[in-house]
């Protein structure tokens, strides 16, 4: 498997008035292609944080943030743009920041500049590859509503595909399913099981709790600014209070209409 991300003894720290506070100190993981790593951390413990690092929207205050072959500190503004643009898909929940139809938003993803093995796509191509993500994920009757009238999990959806449209290497999520059940966060995974598999990119998900993290590869807890490994591909996991956490495999796409029956 190749690596896609890699962050190596990565320190990070904000500003609050007259304080320098720590959000990230000494953070190593990788993640390699085809495989699900997940980061379960409280509110304001850093996973937003953790998600712009490794999306190279956030630089280090010291280490190293690598996508690919690609150390990010060392590419120039426009190198970097496209080497995001062409190997990245993040999901946040936030949603587009203009007043844009759902198809419209994921299209606007196919658009951005593509370098390496990416290239640009056609208009033509662009509406193509929208509607086939949109109707894999089930949810073409949405491509006309704007944000304002999608469900929750519409959203989570929509999301997704702006993140997967153009077939990432690296895909990151910030708690994009915080608000739903369990059933749901399930759905969700098997989701991305099948999007690691098919299009053998990595998947960095920072969660909030352990259900959501069950099914990963390897899983780390953010606390206090430090990563712990709290799993690994061997299928047992200690946590801080010696709580095994079974890691569990499923392949094949998984009938999504239990979630938005809930959603409803």
């Not at 640009?120 to 894999?136: G, H, I, Q, S």
């Not at 998900?205 to 780390?220: K, L, N, P, S, T």
């Not at 712990?228 to 200690?238: E, F, I, R, S």
């Amino acid at each position: 498997m190749s690596e896609v991300l890699r962050l190596d003894d990565v320190w990070t720290a904000f500003d609050r008035g007259r304080e320098r506070v720590s959000v990230l100190a000494g953070a190593s993981l990788s993640v390699d292609a085809g495989e699900i790593v997940a980061v379960v951390a409280g509110a304001g413990q850093g996973k937003t944080t953790l998600v712009r690092l490794a999306s190279g929207t956030l630089p280090p205050d010291r280490g190293v943030v690598s996508i690919g072959r690609h150390e990010l500190s060392r590419l120039k503004d426009r190198q970097l743009a496209r080497v995001l643009a062409s190997e990245v898909g993040v999901a946040t929940g936030t949603g587009p920041g203009l007043r844009v139809t759902a198809r419209q938003y994921v299209e606007m993803a196919a658009a951005a500049p593509k370098t390496g093995r990416r290239r640009r796509w056609r208009r033509r191509e662009r509406r193509r590859m929208t509607t086939a993500v949109l109707e894999e994920l089930g949810i073409a009757d949405c491509g006309p509503l704007r944000w304002d009238e999608l469900s929750d999990w519409q959203r989570v959806l929509v999301e997704l595909a702006q993140a997967v449209v153009v077939r990432p290497r690296l895909l990151l999520l910030d708690d994009i399913a915080d608000r739903f059940g369990l059933s749901q966060k399930q759905a969700l995974v098997t989701l991305l099981e099948d999007f690691a598999r098919d299009y053998e990119c990595g998947v960095l998900m920072a969660v909030a709790d352990h259900g959501a993290a069950a099914r990963a590869v390897r899983v780390w807890r953010l606390h206090r600014c430090r990563l712990q490994l709290l799993a690994d591909h061997t299928g047992v996991a200690v946590g801080a209070r010696g709580a095994v956490i079974p890691l569990r495999r499923s392949h094949g796409r998984r009938d999504l209409s239990k979630a938005r029956r809930q959603d409803a």
